[in-house]
């Protein structure tokens, strides 16, 4: 952060004037003891906020009783896996995992197939109305849910697509696509065109380069709107509560939700619940994550 | 601009003398540009049954008086026409200046514009701050970065209910409060908590988006600027105010109005966090929601009423951005 010794801070605090010139002796880039440890208890500071509602959820889902949760330093003495074990045998949670699993990988799949085939079609050709489309993109992420409800629902059972996958996978689709594919293009926009134009000297058809050149290319990009796609489809409540009416096919949030209105009381049930929805996403994404920093700036920083 | 077009598609050039026209124009914009169509085709067909038929059905909505008791539905065997009627802009008048507007809606409007406002500059200015640290060269910087990404990674239904374990009333964060002896808010009953609590919930989930974008901005700030600025011995407040702001600008532009988008439509904090029981902490998302659904008879027509209001106002603040954007020399990625 700082190169003088004297008074190395962090940038929120400007040093008054004081700029002794003490270079030489550390490299750039690299800072004083101080401003390191001051780095790093900062940053310990916000990983232990980031973590503990996560790692308090998963200590209460050990605790046997309901009331566990008031009285969270009797569970070190009495921690169980009974909860998980009553989670998985009495409710539909497997029936549950199959219907989010079959959503949400439906919505990644279909969503960045088709993010990507339009990033690309904005990235690289810039069509008539090319930025009307844009602009419909960015509209369609300020729809509130309440004014789409009504009509979509009415939609989806002339298609005959209530209580449908695919219709909770069209529905999410069209909240994580605009998003992945405005995230696609800035990403094909770093994408030197001069690739393109060797696909093409070199007799590929226009697919044929997208296919071929440009999508190994974007996989960082690729990962990142697979991710989203994956996380909104995932963790979306509003939706599959009013769109899926049998009991087999809910997702995981919404069986939580009906779960939680059924058993108010055992809190010990839901935190097991919750922590055992939330294994599969984090898994994923801890399989996307490296591609996460240069992918979702990429467009961005290109302006 | 034609260049790359040509370049990309390989379309042949000037083969053809060009002739004005409109059908012609179409006809050759068709065949120049067939391929980009084809492309964007799915998502325009998607978004046009499913978002912009919806949106234009809705409006319609908000112009009759529908509600759960007059619509169409079957009950057992017998199917029953709807008769809702056309009211024109009624539902918008009484929303606007009707009687009790103000509780209705002005205050709503009110705590959602707090709502927006502080989420937005508490996910910006932590988020920043945590970049900036994860930029440096640290021992156990990945580390960090792992842990720091883990309220996004885990479903927000999931980390809302680890929230209200925490906040309720004999939770851990009160026990925490009462040992050191402070007052212990009731946190999800007292309204100015409920508010506190929703926004203090909101900020740990919004962060690590704008942390991670924020990263990437500042990795692709070009390293001799910092050098060159070191040179001329500019401090490290200059450094950051001239370099490294600079050059987030165009992500911050973006990320910023992404992250009042969706704050301004952000549903499931609140909705999880409270369920129906504050009606003073909803912000205007969540109470058209509960209008239409959440309550009977539903009320159809009013809640798309709000979210007709609700996408105005976002409309209109996205183009004041813009133009302003513009004023300042700036471009939106978009």
């Known amino acids: 952060m700082s190169t003088s010794t004297v008074t190395p801070t962090a940038p929120a605090d400007p040093p008054a004037g004081d700029r002794t010139p003490a270079r030489g002796s550390r490299r750039r880039g690299e800072s004083g003891p101080l401003a390191r440890l001051t780095s790093h208890g900062v940053l310990t500071v916000a990983s232990l906020i980031a973590l503990f509602p996560v790692a308090w959820l998963v200590f209460l889902s050990l605790g046997p009783d309901k009331d566990d949760y008031l009285r969270p330093g009797g569970i070190w003495g009495k921690m169980t896996l009974d909860n998980y074990a009553h989670v998985l045998q009495d409710t539909n949670f497997f029936d549950w995992l199959k219907s989010s699993l079959i959503v949400s990988l439906g919505t990644t799949v279909i969503g960045v197939f088709v993010a990507a085939t339009t990033g690309y079609a904005v990235s690289r050709m810039r069509f008539p109305g090319y930025k009307k489309f844009m602009w419909v993109l960015l509209l369609t992420q300020m729809f509130p849910v309440a004014v789409l409800m009504v009509p979509m629902y009415q939609i989806l059972s002339d298609l005959q697509l209530i209580d449908s996958y695919l219709g909770l996978i069209l529905v999410y689709c069209s909240t994580a696509v605009p998003y992945c594919a405005w995230l696609m293009k800035g990403y094909f926009d770093t994408i030197p065109f001069e690739i393109d134009e060797a696909g093409r000297v070199d007799g590929l058809s226009p697919i044929g380069t997208f296919v071929r050149l440009i999508l190994p290319l974007a996989r960082p990009g690729l990962a990142v709107a697979a991710f989203y796609s994956f996380i909104t489809a995932f963790g979306e409540v509003a939706f599959a509560t009013t769109f899926m009416l049998d009991d087999e096919k809910y997702t995981l949030a919404v069986g939580l939700q009906s779960f939680v209105s059924e058993h108010d009381a055992q809190r010990n049930l839901m935190a097991a619940t919750a922590v055992l929805i939330a294994i599969p996403v984090s898994a994923f994404f801890y399989l996307v994550q490296k591609n996460l920093v240069t992918g979702l700036t990429a467009g961005g920083t290109k302006g | 601009m034609t260049v790359a077009i040509d370049r990309a598609t390989g379309k042949r050039r000037g083969d053809r003398a060009p002739r004005p026209g409109p059908v012609s124009r179409l006809k050759r914009g068709y065949q120049k540009y067939w391929y980009a169509y084809a492309m964007i085709a799915p998502v325009a067909l998607v978004l046009g049954v499913i978002v912009l038929y919806p949106l234009a059905y809705g409006f319609y909505l908000t112009l009759t008086d529908a509600d759960s008791l007059n619509s169409a539905r079957t009950i057992g065997v017998n199917e029953i026409e709807a008769t809702w009627k056309f009211i024109g802009i009624d539902n918008y008048a009484d ?53 720091l990404i883990l309220p996004w990674a885990v479903p927000t239904f999931v980390t809302v209910f680890g929230w209200r374990f925490m906040l309720a009333d004999a939770g851990i964060i009160n026990s ?46 070009d390293a001799s600027l910092y050098e060159a600025a070191e040179m001329d011995g ?85 183009s ?10 700036q471009q939106l990625a978009i």
Request: aromatic residues 18%; positive net charge; hydrophobic residues 55%.
């Open chain 2, 176 to 221: 925490g409060l009462d040992f050191l002896g402070m007052p212990t808010p009731a946190w999800l009953e007292d309204t100015f908590w409920q508010r506190f609590a929703a926004i203090m919930v909101n900020t740990w989930c919004g962060v690590p988006f704008m942390m991670i974008s924020l990263l990437g901005g500042l990795q692709s700030i």
């Open chain 2, 95 to 147: 929303i606007l200046w009707g009687e009790t507007a103000y509780d209705r809606f002005w205050s709503k409007f009110i705590w959602t514009i707090v709502w927006t406002a502080a989420c937005v500059a508490l996910h910006y200015g932590i988020g920043l701050g945590l970049a900036l640290l994860l930029n440096q060269k640290l021992r156990g910087r990945t580390f960090y970065r792992l842990v």
């Open chain 2, 234 to 318: 500019a401090s490290a407040w200059q450094r950051f105010r001239h370099v490294t702001l600079p050059g987030l600008r165009s992500v911050s532009s973006t990320v910023v109005l992404l992250g009042v988008i969706w704050t301004f439509n952000q549903f499931a904090v609140i909705f999880l966090l409270f369920g129906n029981t504050a009606p003073e902490a909803q912000i205007l998302v969540t109470w058209a929601y509960q209008l239409g659904f959440g309550q009977q008879p539903r009320e159809f027509a009013e809640s798309a009423a709000y979210g007709m209001l609700l996408l105005a106002i976002l409309v209109v603040f996205t």
């Open chain 2, 320 to 329: 004041f951005y813009r133009r302003w954007l513009n004023r300042n020399d």
